[in-house]
């Protein structure tokens, strides 16, 4: 009865909605699905043990439709021997082998209509069985999907986190000074170097007017007299 029950819920169930509800879903399609399976095994077992079992009762059947007729005919022969006595064991003979080929069909009959039953439960299960697979297959498609957004998402948040973003302006400060600081190296180095020639020009101009100096006092200085 439990077996039975479950495979109505499954065939009768909401994937959906149970997918919606469940925790952990990629592992609830499998359980369903291994059950499923499980199932479908049982249910074609059983199909073949009465497809088997319907094969013995038609065999019987026939043995005891050959039975009857030959009870019949000892009946008939009985009767034409004048025994009836032997003529009445014939007729019973007869109809015992008749209750029990009838008994045998009914239950062939039976068998049959559980034959029909059990083969509609497996097409039922094996389209389900389809789906559900479907499903999982759309199901681990999703997961995948939504792990590959989630490290992504991760990704993002740690390259615009504030501790980054933080990192990221020091540098950058860093690199600015570091820029500052070589401009005003070589502005200083240019400035020392245009120095050097202004001292050397102003030096030179100094010697020059020392020089005119020193010319000028030579020509105005009086001739030395004679002895």
């Known amino acids: 009865m439990g077996n039975a029950r479950r495979f109505k819920d499954i065939v009768n169930s909401n994937f959906n909605a149970m997918l919606d509800k469940a925790e952990d879903p990629q592992k609830m399609v499998n359980l369903m699905m291994r059950e499923m399976e499980d199932n479908l095994v049982a249910l074609k077992r059983s199909c073949s043990d009465k497809v088997a079992e319907r094969v013995m009762l038609t065999r019987e059947v026939e043995v005891l439709t050959e039975k009857i007729a030959q009870w019949q005919e000892r009946a008939e022969m009985a009767v034409a021997k004048g025994k009836d006595e032997l003529a009445k064991e014939a007729i019973q003979a007869r109809q015992r082998c008749e209750s029990d080929r009838?008994?045998?069909r009914k239950d062939m009959e039976h068998i049959g209509r559980i034959l029909e039953e059990t083969k509609g439960q497996i097409s039922q299960v094996e389209a389900k069985?389809?789906?559900v697979q479907q499903k999982y297959r759309l199901l681990i498609q999703?997961?995948?999907?939504?792990a590959e957004k989630?490290?992504?998402?991760?990704?993002?948040?740690r390259a615009s986190g504030s501790d980054v973003l933080t990192r990221f302006d020091q540098l950058e400060n860093r690199i600015e000074r570091m820029e500052?600081?070589?401009e005003i190296t070589g502005k200083a180095r240019v400035g020392s170097f245009d120095r050097e020639f202004v001292d050397l020009e102003q030096e030179a101009r100094v010697e020059a007017e020392l020089a005119a100096l020193k010319k000028g006092?030579?020509?105005?200085?009086?001739?030395?007299?004679?002895?």
């Not at 989630?150 to 948040?157: N, P």
């Open 102 to 104: 009838d008994y045998r």
């Open 129 to 131: 069985l389809d789906e």
């Open 142 to 146: 999703r997961g995948v999907h939504a």
């Open 150 to 157: 989630k490290r992504v998402g991760q990704v993002m948040d």
């Open 180 to 182: 500052a600081e070589a």
């Open 217 to 227: 006092a030579k020509q105005a200085a009086p001739p030395a007299k004679e002895a």
